[in-house]
């Protein structure tokens, strides 16, 4: 349903942020939904260390279950134990928070009746070069920012006005301010630590990257330099184009960094030139696994190759689609639909 398609999206935006941060994180990511259905429990528990999935739980199951084969072999029963302890025991407190949400938010008229709602909490701790932690705790309801918890300040932080009256309930509970608080910057660190020592073969290695750099035509006469930059891990790479032994960072446009699939990760880096212009045009990439910096030129005219086979199979392939159109058009029968994903619900709009 479209439902489901945006707590997908929105999941996925948050996984992003989770594989941010410091040199080795600890993520717990928690969804909990008013309806739930096949394949989507009320309350699913995600957690990871760095990019790698340690273990799910969901109501379904009533168990952590670990997802990582080292996980699985050198913890021992008692921690899965405690690991299904604190979900459980998170698993009754949205119970309870995701119906007094709806009707806290119904009595300002800051959500819908009746229908699909969401609560998606973020949470955990960072271990920084500098071995500092940093600890942090986000979530929120429907898809909307609701609450952050500012452990400098020992206060949660209301993004609503909704969200104010939870707030002042919380504030009252001094004992799970502090229980916050030494969660984060102790327990946390503590199980992020243990992780990183049973898995340093996977968490802890240095893959060198690749990089290889194209170009193509773009508007105006001017020429798009492209580098892609794969194969590396951990996660954190910094690639710039440079014009003559110069950065232009600022003139620069990267596509994120993702992962490859087979457990490292790859980015590609853009920048649009004047091929009147006469430069020396490189691709310069920095990364933990390198003694030294790596650097890849550009040739003008060295991808005629590729273009050619390219527009071989261009040429091949609108010969294709145009076969599969004409049969098309001469079978009898219902005019097909269109196809694609299904529309994402609007907002929810106050009565």
């Given amino acids: 349903s479209g439902a489901v398609m945006a707590l997908a999206l929105r999941l996925l935006l948050l996984a992003a942020v989770a594989l941010s941060g410091g040199l080795h994180s600890r993520r717990v990511l928690d969804t909990v939904v008013s309806e739930p259905g096949p394949g989507l429990p009320w309350y699913r528990r995600v957690v990871y260390v760095d990019d790698q999935l340690n273990y799910v739980y969901t109501s379904e199951t009533q168990r952590a279950k670990p997802g990582l084969v080292w996980m699985a072999q050198k913890e021992g029963l008692e921690f899965w134990d405690e690991m299904t302890w604190w979900a459980q025991r998170y698993q009754k407190w949205y119970n ?51 609450l952050t918890f500012d452990k400098e300040t020992m206060t949660w932080v209301a ?30 660190i503590s199980w992020l630590r243990s992780a990183l020592e049973f898995g340093k073969e996977t968490l802890q290695r240095k893959v060198r990257p690749t990089a290889r750099v194209s170009d193509r035509s773009s508007h105006d006469g001017l020429t798009t330099l492209s580098c892609k930059v794969s194969g ?28 490859s699939g087979d457990g490292t990760y790859q980015t590609w880096v853009t920048m649009e030139i004047d091929p009147k212009i006469k430069a020396h045009y490189s691709c310069h990439v920095e990364h933990e696994s390198l003694l030294e910096p790596l650097s890849v030129s550009w040739e003008p ?3 005629l190759i590729p273009t050619v086979a390219g527009v071989i199979t261009a040429v091949v392939l609108i010969g294709v689609i145009i076969g599969v159109v004409i049969r098309k058009k001469k079978r009898p029968g219902k005019e097909p639909g269109m196809g694609g994903f299904p529309g994402l619900p609007g907002p929810c709009t106050p009565t």
Avoid at 163 to 171: E, G, L, N, P, Y
């Fill in 301 to 303: 005219n060295n991808n």
């Fill in 232 to 259: 590396f891990y951990p996660r954190d790479i910094t690639v710039t184009w440079l014009k003559n032994g110069e950065s232009k960072q600022q003139d620069t446009y990267s596509e994120g960094i993702l992962p």
């Fill in 96 to 146: 309870a928070s995701l119906n007094t949400l709806s009707q806290e938010r119904l009595l300002l008229n800051l959500s819908c009746v009746s229908g699909f709602h969401i609560i998606q909490t973020l949470f955990g701790c960072d271990l920084r070069e500098d071995n500092t932690i940093q600890a942090f705790y986000q979530d929120s309801y429907d898809g909307r920012d609701f």
């Fill in 159 to 188: 993004a609503d006005i909704g969200a104010q009256i939870t707030k002042r309930r919380w504030h009252a509970e001094v004992d799970d301010i502090q229980g916050w608080k030494h969660f984060q910057e102790e327990t946390c």
